[in-house]
Protein backbone atom coordinates (compact mmCIF):
# COMPACT_ATOMS: atom_id res chain seq x y z
CA UNK A 1 0.00 0.00 0.00
CA UNK A 2 1.00 3.16 -0.92
CA UNK A 3 0.53 6.16 1.53
CA UNK A 4 1.35 10.39 0.94
CA UNK A 5 1.78 12.49 3.99
CA UNK A 6 1.32 16.00 3.67
CA UNK A 7 1.84 18.55 6.15
CA UNK A 8 2.25 22.54 6.82
CA UNK A 9 -0.53 23.70 4.03
CA UNK A 10 -0.77 27.30 5.60
CA UNK A 11 -4.08 28.03 3.74
CA UNK A 12 -2.00 28.06 0.29
CA UNK A 13 -4.70 26.44 -2.01
CA UNK A 14 -3.17 26.34 -4.87
CA UNK A 15 -0.28 24.51 -3.38
CA UNK A 16 -2.98 21.73 -2.16
CA UNK A 17 -4.49 21.30 -5.39
CA UNK A 18 -1.26 20.49 -7.31
CA UNK A 19 0.07 17.91 -4.65
CA UNK A 20 -3.48 16.31 -4.66
CA UNK A 21 -3.10 15.90 -8.40
CA UNK A 22 0.46 14.73 -7.77
CA UNK A 23 -0.47 12.23 -4.61
CA UNK A 24 -3.24 10.27 -7.72
CA UNK A 25 -0.51 10.48 -10.32
CA UNK A 26 1.63 8.35 -7.95
CA UNK A 27 -1.74 5.97 -7.17
CA UNK A 28 -1.13 6.33 -3.50
CA UNK A 29 -4.22 4.44 -1.77
CA UNK A 30 -4.57 7.01 1.55
CA UNK A 31 -3.21 10.27 2.54
CA UNK A 32 -2.66 11.51 6.05
CA UNK A 33 -2.54 15.25 6.82
CA UNK A 34 -0.05 16.22 10.14
CA UNK A 35 -1.60 19.69 10.28
CA UNK A 36 -1.27 23.24 10.05
CA UNK A 37 -4.33 23.68 7.58
CA UNK A 38 -4.75 27.55 8.00
CA UNK A 39 -2.02 30.85 8.23
CA UNK A 40 0.28 32.44 6.49
CA UNK A 41 -1.61 32.30 3.04
CA UNK A 42 -5.22 33.63 1.67
CA UNK A 43 -7.10 30.27 1.57
CA UNK A 44 -8.10 28.66 5.12
CA UNK A 45 -11.38 28.60 4.03
CA UNK A 46 -10.71 25.74 0.73
CA UNK A 47 -8.22 24.41 1.90
CA UNK A 48 -10.26 22.94 5.19
CA UNK A 49 -12.80 22.16 2.74
CA UNK A 50 -11.23 20.21 0.55
CA UNK A 51 -9.43 18.21 3.15
CA UNK A 52 -12.69 17.74 4.97
CA UNK A 53 -14.28 16.89 1.39
CA UNK A 54 -11.92 14.12 0.51
CA UNK A 55 -11.51 12.41 4.44
CA UNK A 56 -8.11 13.05 4.55
CA UNK A 57 -7.02 11.98 8.67
CA UNK A 58 -5.60 14.87 9.94
CA UNK A 59 -4.15 15.50 13.11
CA UNK A 60 -4.16 19.33 14.58
CA UNK A 61 -1.13 21.57 13.99
CA UNK A 62 0.31 24.66 16.02
CA UNK A 63 -1.91 26.76 13.54
CA UNK A 64 -5.15 25.10 13.89
CA UNK A 65 -4.07 24.76 17.63
CA UNK A 66 -3.84 28.66 18.19
CA UNK A 67 -6.92 29.27 15.83
CA UNK A 68 -8.68 27.52 17.95
CA UNK A 69 -7.06 28.66 21.64
CA UNK A 70 -6.72 32.25 20.55
CA UNK A 71 -3.00 32.43 20.30
CA UNK A 72 -2.31 30.97 23.78
CA UNK A 73 1.09 29.86 23.20
CA UNK A 74 3.91 32.43 24.32
CA UNK A 75 6.49 34.19 22.06
CA UNK A 76 9.36 31.45 22.73
CA UNK A 77 7.05 29.01 20.54
CA UNK A 78 8.22 30.57 17.63
CA UNK A 79 12.10 30.21 16.71
CA UNK A 80 12.39 33.67 16.57
CA UNK A 81 11.35 37.65 17.30
CA UNK A 82 10.95 38.08 13.18
CA UNK A 83 9.06 35.14 13.22
CA UNK A 84 7.14 35.74 16.18
CA UNK A 85 5.81 39.23 14.82
CA UNK A 86 4.90 37.83 11.35
CA UNK A 87 2.69 35.02 13.24
CA UNK A 88 1.04 37.21 15.16
CA UNK A 89 -0.25 39.36 11.93
CA UNK A 90 -0.90 36.37 10.16
CA UNK A 91 -3.03 35.06 13.05
CA UNK A 92 -5.09 37.65 13.34
CA UNK A 93 -6.09 38.21 9.75
CA UNK A 94 -6.92 34.28 9.50
CA UNK A 95 -8.66 34.52 12.70
CA UNK A 96 -11.35 37.06 11.19
CA UNK A 97 -11.07 35.27 7.90
CA UNK A 98 -12.44 31.67 8.86
CA UNK A 99 -15.86 30.24 8.75
CA UNK A 100 -17.40 29.44 12.23
CA UNK A 101 -17.39 25.63 10.62
CA UNK A 102 -13.64 25.82 9.78
CA UNK A 103 -12.79 26.85 13.44
CA UNK A 104 -15.08 23.80 14.70
CA UNK A 105 -13.15 21.38 11.95
CA UNK A 106 -9.91 22.69 13.87
CA UNK A 107 -11.23 22.47 16.85
CA UNK A 108 -12.17 18.62 16.88
CA UNK A 109 -8.93 17.31 15.11
CA UNK A 110 -6.99 14.96 17.21
CA UNK A 111 -3.15 15.86 18.26
CA UNK A 112 -2.14 12.60 16.94
CA UNK A 113 -2.77 9.62 14.28
CA UNK A 114 -1.73 6.16 14.75
CA UNK A 115 -1.52 3.04 12.00
CA UNK A 116 -0.13 -0.18 12.93
CA UNK A 117 3.79 1.03 13.26
CA UNK A 118 3.57 4.43 11.91
CA UNK A 119 2.66 7.55 13.54
CA UNK A 120 1.67 11.02 12.70
CA UNK A 121 2.09 14.58 14.30
CA UNK A 122 2.50 17.77 13.67
CA UNK A 123 5.84 18.82 15.83
CA UNK A 124 6.25 15.76 17.83
CA UNK A 125 4.43 13.37 19.98
CA UNK A 126 4.80 16.07 23.01
CA UNK A 127 3.47 19.50 21.80
CA UNK A 128 2.86 20.67 18.42
CA UNK A 129 5.18 23.40 18.93
CA UNK A 130 8.45 21.28 19.15
CA UNK A 131 10.20 20.93 16.51
CA UNK A 132 11.99 18.04 15.36
CA UNK A 133 15.05 18.99 13.71
CA UNK A 134 17.48 16.99 11.87
CA UNK A 135 20.21 17.72 14.45
CA UNK A 136 18.36 16.74 17.38
CA UNK A 137 20.15 14.44 20.26
CA UNK A 138 20.09 11.17 18.94
CA UNK A 139 18.46 9.59 22.28
CA UNK A 140 15.71 12.64 22.60
CA UNK A 141 14.99 11.50 19.32
CA UNK A 142 14.76 8.07 19.61
CA UNK A 143 12.41 8.48 23.14
CA UNK A 144 10.00 10.61 21.05
CA UNK A 145 9.52 7.92 18.57
CA UNK A 146 9.40 5.04 21.33
CA UNK A 147 7.39 7.45 23.71
CA UNK A 148 4.30 6.67 20.88
CA UNK A 149 5.23 2.86 20.00
CA UNK A 150 6.05 3.25 16.83
CA UNK A 151 8.46 2.10 13.67
CA UNK A 152 8.08 5.26 11.86
CA UNK A 153 7.20 8.89 13.16
CA UNK A 154 5.81 11.03 10.37
CA UNK A 155 6.27 15.00 11.06
CA UNK A 156 6.24 18.32 9.80
CA UNK A 157 6.15 22.14 11.71
CA UNK A 158 10.15 23.02 10.15
CA UNK A 159 9.11 22.97 6.44
CA UNK A 160 11.81 21.28 5.83
CA UNK A 161 11.54 17.71 4.69
CA UNK A 162 13.84 15.32 5.78
CA UNK A 163 14.51 11.16 6.67
CA UNK A 164 16.20 10.38 9.91
CA UNK A 165 17.34 6.69 10.45
CA UNK A 166 17.92 6.13 14.49
CA UNK A 167 20.31 2.85 14.21
CA UNK A 168 19.20 0.44 16.73
CA UNK A 169 21.86 0.21 19.85
CA UNK A 170 21.78 -0.25 23.58
CA UNK A 171 20.34 2.92 25.59
CA UNK A 172 21.22 3.14 29.67
CA UNK A 173 18.69 5.55 31.95
CA UNK A 174 19.84 6.34 35.37
CA UNK A 175 16.98 7.04 38.19
CA UNK A 176 17.46 9.29 41.06
CA UNK A 177 14.94 8.95 43.36
CA UNK A 178 15.01 8.93 47.80
CA UNK A 179 18.35 9.41 47.15
CA UNK A 180 19.17 6.25 45.50
CA UNK A 181 20.20 6.20 41.59
CA UNK A 182 19.22 3.55 39.67
CA UNK A 183 20.03 2.15 36.20
CA UNK A 184 18.39 0.96 33.73
CA UNK A 185 19.42 -0.57 30.45
CA UNK A 186 17.39 -1.34 27.17
CA UNK A 187 17.45 -2.00 23.65
CA UNK A 188 15.89 0.38 21.13
CA UNK A 189 15.14 -0.81 17.58
CA UNK A 190 15.51 0.68 14.44
CA UNK A 191 13.58 3.80 14.21
CA UNK A 192 12.76 6.35 11.85
CA UNK A 193 11.88 9.78 11.67
CA UNK A 194 9.94 11.60 8.65
CA UNK A 195 9.52 15.24 7.92
CA UNK A 196 7.16 15.51 5.12
CA UNK A 197 8.41 19.41 4.73
CA UNK A 198 5.52 21.85 3.65
CA UNK A 199 3.15 21.51 1.16
CA UNK A 200 2.00 25.32 1.28
CA UNK A 201 4.84 27.41 2.91
CA UNK A 202 8.09 25.46 1.94
CA UNK A 203 11.14 26.47 3.75
CA UNK A 204 14.01 24.29 1.55
CA UNK A 205 15.36 26.94 -0.47
CA UNK A 206 12.72 26.37 -3.69
CA UNK A 207 8.64 27.49 -3.78
CA UNK A 208 8.20 23.90 -4.68
CA UNK A 209 5.78 21.81 -2.57
CA UNK A 210 7.05 19.08 -0.76
CA UNK A 211 5.35 15.88 0.54
CA UNK A 212 6.65 12.08 1.06
CA UNK A 213 5.26 8.65 -0.30
CA UNK A 214 5.76 6.02 2.23
CA UNK A 215 5.21 2.05 0.68
CA UNK A 216 4.52 0.13 3.46
CA UNK A 217 5.14 -3.22 1.32
CA UNK A 218 8.77 -2.13 0.36
CA UNK A 219 9.07 0.13 3.31
CA UNK A 220 10.13 2.91 0.89
CA UNK A 221 9.72 6.42 1.59
CA UNK A 222 10.11 8.71 -0.80
CA UNK A 223 10.60 12.85 -0.67
CA UNK A 224 8.13 14.35 -3.56
CA UNK A 225 8.57 17.90 -4.93
CA UNK A 226 6.05 19.73 -6.74
CA UNK A 227 6.37 22.36 -8.74
CA UNK A 228 2.84 24.88 -8.95
CA UNK A 229 1.96 28.30 -9.92
CA UNK A 230 3.18 30.04 -6.87
CA UNK A 231 3.21 33.56 -7.96
CA UNK A 232 -0.33 32.88 -8.28
CA UNK A 233 -0.95 32.64 -4.64
CA UNK A 234 1.80 35.46 -3.82
CA UNK A 235 -0.64 37.66 -6.04
CA UNK A 236 -3.41 36.49 -3.25
CA UNK A 237 -1.35 37.40 -0.56
CA UNK A 238 -0.82 40.66 -1.50
CA UNK A 239 -4.31 41.52 -3.04
CA UNK A 240 -5.98 39.89 0.97
CA UNK A 241 -3.75 42.25 2.49
CA UNK A 242 -1.03 39.86 4.20
CA UNK A 243 2.57 41.07 4.92
CA UNK A 244 4.18 41.55 1.49
CA UNK A 245 7.13 39.33 3.36
CA UNK A 246 4.87 36.32 3.18
CA UNK A 247 4.58 36.44 -0.89
CA UNK A 248 8.71 37.30 -0.74
CA UNK A 249 9.91 34.58 1.30
CA UNK A 250 6.79 31.99 -0.42
CA UNK A 251 8.92 32.44 -3.91
CA UNK A 252 11.90 32.26 -2.60
CA UNK A 253 11.11 28.98 0.08
CA UNK A 254 12.87 31.13 3.00
CA UNK A 255 12.27 31.80 6.20
CA UNK A 256 14.19 35.26 6.13
CA UNK A 257 14.35 35.45 9.62
CA UNK A 258 17.45 35.64 12.55
CA UNK A 259 17.41 31.76 13.98
CA UNK A 260 16.54 30.92 17.35
CA UNK A 261 19.28 29.87 20.10
CA UNK A 262 17.44 27.00 20.75
CA UNK A 263 14.99 26.10 18.48
CA UNK A 264 14.11 23.09 20.00
CA UNK A 265 12.72 24.67 23.23
CA UNK A 266 9.01 24.90 23.79
CA UNK A 267 6.82 26.67 26.15
CA UNK A 268 5.91 24.70 29.80
CA UNK A 269 3.03 27.27 30.48
Not at 49 to 61: A, F, V
Not at 67 to 89: D, F, H, I, Q, T
Not at 91 to 97: A, R
Not at 179 to 201: C, D
Request: hydrophobic share 35%; net charge negative; aromatic share 8%.
Amino acid sequence: MKLAVISCIHGNYEALDAVLLDIDRQNADKIFCVGDLVGYSPYPNAVVEQIRSLDIPTCQGCWDEDVVEGLNACECSYPSVLAEKRGRLAHEWTNQEIHPETREFLEQLPHSLKDGNLCFVHGSPQSNHEYLLPTLDAFLASERVLSVDADILFCGHTHVPYIRTLEAGQLQVKIRAEGQQQQQTFNAPLKRIVNVGSVGEPRHGRPNATYVIYDTDTDQVTLREVEYDYQKTCAAIMAKGLPPIFAWRLARGLEYAEKADDPTHICTR
